[in-house]
């Protein structure tokens, strides 16, 4: 193993209230109801596609002006939520201190938007761990298309074959196994029995007390 990608809300931050939270005050304000059963359905989207899934229930049509307010809403309100109320998911900072001791490349490759990064990882204090990163804005298509992993694994120059990636979704396991990359998944309490997590190498309840030894196997 020579580098590791991270996936970011849901992974590194809790962060999926936050976004719920989000979409659900600025959607009320255009008569959008938001529900948590269909929140559940968003959980890996990009923001475009989850604005497109919101209005397409409500049966409503915007123009491209009016749709990126709306995004851009939700993204200020997440940005808000995040830089104020933002706490690390347990064993992230651990992890990252046992990743950066032996000198492995740290990425990230996120669905979100890239201004949202900077905000997370300056909240958590885990920047200074991170090589590069990669985000919705950097490709044309977002998880599960492989693309966002691809990039990268270019951007920290690490190869597929000896790179390992977390995520926490199934879109995003997916898009990680499609790049070629063996794939660790955190998924959350409601979806860890989903038969998709299967396809990962490991599946774990938190990063919690994950030891570096324990990664190193999945490639021998």
Do not use: C
């Not at 990009?46 to 397409?56: D, G, I, N, S, V």
């Amino acid at each position: 193993m020579q580098a590791v990608i991270f996936d970011m809300d849901g992974l590194l931050i809790d962060s999926e209230p936050f976004w719920k939270q989000a979409e659900k005050r600025v959607f009320s304000a255009i008569g959008v109801e938001i529900t948590d059963a269909l929140s559940a359905k968003t959980m890996g989207m990009t923001t475009r596609e989850a604005t497109e899934f919101w209005l397409k229930h409500a049966g409503l049509s915007l123009n491209q002006e009016a749709m990126e307010k709306v995004e851009n809403d939700v993204i200020d309100e997440v940005a808000l939520l995040t830089a104020t109320q933002g706490q690390a998911l347990p064993g992230v900072h651990n992890l990252l201190e046992q990743l950066k001791r032996h000198d492995l490349k740290i990425g990230l490759a996120t669905n979100a938007p890239a201004r949202l990064v900077p905000v997370v990882l300056e909240r958590l204090e885990i920047t200074a761990f991170f090589d590069n990163y990669v985000a919705d804005d950097d490709v044309e298509q977002g998880k599960p298309h492989p693309a966002i992993y691809q990039l990268a694994l270019q951007r920290i120059n690490a190869n597929a074959d000896y790179t390992l990636a977390f995520e926490d979704s199934v879109t995003g396991m997916r898009a990680a196994i499609g790049a070629g990359i063996r794939t660790v998944v955190v998924p959350s309490a409601a979806n860890y029995h989903l038969p998709h997590y299967d396809a990962a190498v490991l599946k774990l309840e938190s990063l919690n007390g994950l030891a570096l030894k324990e990664l190193h196997d999945l490639f021998s």
